[in-house]
């Protein structure tokens, strides 16, 4: 049997698992389980640890930092496992391996740590902006190249839905342009 220690009241505990030789915290917060390793030998710095961890902890919780969701990151990690698996030998690999750059580049720097729900139409409009008023070289990414950003962003909230990670899609597309094409009148 594990030996435990009840700290806060019964809000923390401080085990060992079975043959382990660091102590092990956790805490039900915010309606799911945490745990942590203490990294720690000694049974009284492991206590400490394990306080400091759980009022930390509580902090970021009660600041609305801790959320109980898939990121944008873990979703875009189960993406590209499946997509390269499921598109074998009907996509061009370059075309795959080309979503993982556009992921990596732009679209997890911006949106990696954010919530699945937190990705919403205006937040999307926030990275267009973002890359329009960033670009190294100057001048702002073509309309090519922003679309094939937003495929790929897509893509990703696809997969988060299709796992019931996210409720619904939300709308990705431009706001103010209907067309991307010049059209002459006859």
């Not at 805490?27 to 640890?49: I, M």
């Not at 839905?161 to 991307?180: C, E, M």
Request: net charge positive; hydrophobic share 30%.
């Amino acid at each position: 049997m594990a030996e435990q220690h009840e700290l806060m009241g019964g809000r923390l505990y401080v085990y060992k698992r079975g043959d382990g030789r660091y102590w092990q915290c956790s805490t039900f917060l915010g309606g799911r389980n945490h745990r942590v390793s203490t990294k720690e030998e000694s049974l009284g710095r492991a206590k400490d640890f394990a306080e400091d961890w759980y009022l930390e902890l509580k902090g970021k919780h009660r600041r609305g930092e801790v959320r109980n969701e898939k990121t944008f990151k873990q979703a875009a990690d189960q993406f590209l496992r499946e997509y390269e698996i499921i598109t074998e030998g009907q996509r061009n690999p370059d075309y795959v391996k080309s979503h993982g750059i556009k992921l990596r580049v732009h679209l997890l720097p911006f949106f990696g740590e954010k919530g699945l729900s937190e990705i919403t139409p205006g937040l999307v409009q926030e990275h267009r902006i973002h890359r329009h008023t960033t670009s190294k070289s100057g001048k702002p990414p073509s309309r090519s190249t922003m679309h094939k950003e937003i495929v790929t962003l897509r893509q990703v909230l696809k997969t988060a839905t299709r796992h019931g990670w996210l409720q619904y899609l939300p709308d990705l597309s431009p706001p103010y342009k209907t067309s991307g094409k010049i059209v002459h009148r006859a």
